[in-house]
């Protein structure tokens, strides 16, 4: 029997939500939307968990919080992964649409959802889908910040739902 751990974390300050997906058989781990200000907790927690982090996961880079993964990179080795749109150069891999990720028993979906911003991507896992700010509780993302376009995020919520659901 797979046990699989989903972890909901908060940034009080930016109102971001982190996840930790991992894995108990193989004390595999993965963290997506990290934030700076709680790499320590959530390092803390991982180890707690008695998990080894494998892969770092953002949905997009933006200004409105400020990304842990290069933190996480330094004190855990784990590579940091966005998508091929992604106007940074601080990842490790560049993903495209539609590319899984095994990590342990755990296989995450790489989903293109640009419309926020041109390199937003959602994860999907076990039935789960983490948008990151493309699609939020009753709102989507805000389309306004430079990369965002209204036309996008629509088209890519409407043509991702089948993939989805």
């Known amino acids: 029997m797979k046990q ?42 991982i180890d707690e968990l008695g998990l080894k982090l494998k892969l770092i996961l953002e949905t997009h880079v933006h200004a409105d919080h400020i990304t842990g993964a290069w933190k996480l990179k330094q004190k855990t080795g784990a590579p940091i992964l966005l998508s091929k749109f992604s106007s940074v150069d601080m990842a490790d891999r560049l993903l495209d649409d539609g590319e899984n990720l095994q990590i342990g028993q755990l296989l995450i979906t790489a989903i293109s959802t640009p419309g926020h911003t041109k390199s937003c991507m959602s994860f999907l896992w076990n039935g789960k889908v983490f948008t990151g700010d493309t699609l939020l509780i009753r709102a989507a993302g805000r389309c306004d910040f430079q990369e965002g376009s209204a036309e996008q995020l629509y088209e890519s919520i409407t043509n991702n739902t089948n993939r989805i659901f």
């Open 4 to 45: 699989l751990i989903l972890r909901q974390l908060l940034d009080p300050e930016s109102h971001t939500y982190s996840y930790i997906l991992g894995d108990m058989e193989s004390k595999e781990a993965v963290l997506i939307d990290s934030v700076s200000e709680q790499t320590e907790r959530d390092l803390q927690l």
